[in-house]
């Protein structure tokens, strides 16, 4: 069965995705960076057919998506050392691995790290933050390889999914930083400036 595509500029998109997050569904989605495969992250359900889809360990958490920064807050403590840092990297390109708060959803939690997005893009500014709701997403593909750049290859390669929703994005994944550690680190892609620590004569 061929998924259902919107684009996001489509009338419908904002009923349509939140039908999705009551009902279930599965669906892609465009970010700043690449494109991310989720649902609601509290539906086991849904997160259990992404896991599935991607051949996907459940020890591997997914990545919580706000539409906001006034949200993270609600999901995972921000160092008061990183606060004003986290407010000028996001929204924007970055992962950012946070202590979580029990409000945080099991599916994006490992150990005591929640993974926090907040993406600059018009798909969550337009379409999820009317909703006030949160998305699970992980990168479309199959564990292991690399994320699909194509979105005809998306559709191909998850034929299984019931939506899509299609928007710009800049094809190169988040950097992931880890700000529970001391000083924060870079996990993937490198550390943005305002965080560096000055080097000590």
Request: charged share 20%; glycine share 8%.
């Amino acid at each position: 069965m061929t998924p259902s595509i919107y684009r996001i500029d489509d009338p419908r998109a904002r009923a349509v995705l939140l039908e999705a997050l009551e009902t279930g569904m599965v669906f892609i989605f465009p970010t700043d960076t690449i494109y991310g495969l989720g649902g609601n992250p509290w539906d086991d359900s849904a997160i259990a057919k992404v896991r599935a889809l991607k051949g996907r360990a459940t020890d591997q958490p997914f990545t919580l998506h706000l539409s906001t920064t006034a949200e993270i807050e609600r999901y995972a403590e921000i160092p008061a050392s990183a606060r004003a840092a986290v407010l000028q990297l996001l929204p924007g390109p970055y992962t950012l691995l946070l202590a979580a708060r029990p409000a945080a959803p099991a599916c994006s939690v490992l150990g005591t790290k929640v993974g926090i997005r907040v993406p600059r893009h018009p798909f969550f500014a337009h379409v999820v933050e009317p909703l006030g709701r949160a998305l699970f997403g992980t990168s479309v593909n199959a564990h292991g390889e690399p994320p699909l750049a194509a979105f005809d290859d998306m559709i191909d390669g998850f034929p299984s999914i019931d939506l899509a929703f299609v928007g710009d994005v800049s094809g190169t994944p988040s950097d992931i930083i880890d700000l529970t550690a001391v000083p924060p680190r870079a996990v993937r892609g490198r550390l943005p400036a305002s965080l560096e620590t000055p080097d000590r004569d």
